[in-house]
């Protein structure tokens, strides 16, 4: 799922083309994609795109006369940007949005389609959709601590909760935490002062950065490379890959769809945290630290 980082590189650029540009057109190729009824797309036909923003992990195209686009691309959600009045792709393609200088076309990979675009009319009705999380990168430490203890969760689903902090998802929780040295499951209950600290300097650190990284390696071109697995991360989509601190390999805890991962010499003292199916298979057998983990694979 496109986080922070991705989203605001998606508005930028969206900004740069689309600014004061008159929406031409609106084409919904999949009914799936529409979740509001009133206002129809079409209002927004002949209206000045008067801005672009990021609504957490939500893409807004702001029209004139007060109306709104709220697009969430989910898991695999993503903008294409194509000369005017390109056509859908037949499979992927869920719509198309025609401007003069290009179309901005809206596809989706998979059976599962997810993404989705709400229309809306009025400041009350945007504001409904927005999660109010906390936006991270403008905030200082006192409310990031406050938000932070509002529930006793783990750390990673505290930072994954758009109710509490906007934008991060799997991807960057998963690198925020390795570059705070802290454990995914610790309890936020459980953080002295200088911990929070930590968390709070590393999620700044860390979404500023590769905000950067991703603005330099995209230049002028519009971002097609959006992907939560992505080259120079340390911990997440690295499994059994040597940590670029401390070279240990890295952990991971699979859950439904998703997965953590950590490395345990940096984040939990050398324990090697239980992965549901497999401590359910295992039961007592499961390996308690990372060296008998190591040992039971054979230096595999």
Not at 222 to 230: D, G, I, L, M, S
Not at 242 to 270: D, F, K, L, M
């Amino acid at each position: 799922m496109p986080e922070l980082p991705d989203v605001s590189l998606y508005v930028e650029h969206l900004e740069r083309r689309l600014r004061n540009q008159r929406l031409e057109k609106v084409r919904i190729a999949s009914p799936s994609l529409l979740r509001t009824v009133e206002p129809a797309p079409a209002a927004a036909e002949g209206r000045a795109l008067e801005r672009v923003s990021r609504l957490g992990k939500r893409v807004v195209l702001h029209f004139e006369a007060d109306l709104h686009f709220v697009i969430h691309l989910m898991v695999a959600g993503r903008f294409r940007w194509k000369k005017p009045g390109a056509a859908v792709p037949r499979r992927l393609g869920h719509a198309a949005f025609d401007f003069a200088p290009g179309t901005l076309i809206l596809t989706e990979a998979g059976t599962r389609k997810r993404a989705s675009l709400h229309v809306v009319e009025g400041a009350p009705a945007l504001a409904a959709l927005d999660p109010v999380g906390l936006e991270v990168l403008e905030c200082d430490l006192e409310p990031f601590a406050a938000t932070l203890r509002l529930r006793n969760h783990t750390l990673k689903r505290a930072l994954t909760d758009p109710h509490l902090f906007s934008g991060i998802g799997n991807a960057y929780s998963d690198e925020i935490l390795h570059a705070a040295r802290l454990s995914p499951v610790q309890l936020t209950a459980n953080l002295d002062d200088e911990a929070v600290e930590r968390l709070w300097t590393a999620t700044r650190d860390t979404l500023a950065a590769w905000l950067e990284r991703l603005r330099r390696e995209t230049g002028e071109a519009f971002p097609e490379k959006v992907t939560a697995f992505r080259a120079g991360m340390a911990v997440h989509g690295r499994y059994r890959k040597p940590c670029p601190v401390c070279a240990s390999p890295v952990q991971r805890i699979v859950y439904a769809s998703n997965e953590t991962h950590y490395c345990a010499t940096c984040q939990t003292g050398g324990r090697v945290l239980a992965d549901r199916a497999l401590s359910r298979l295992l039961k007592k057998d499961w390996p308690r630290s990372l060296e008998e983990l190591e040992a039971r694979r054979g230096g595999r």
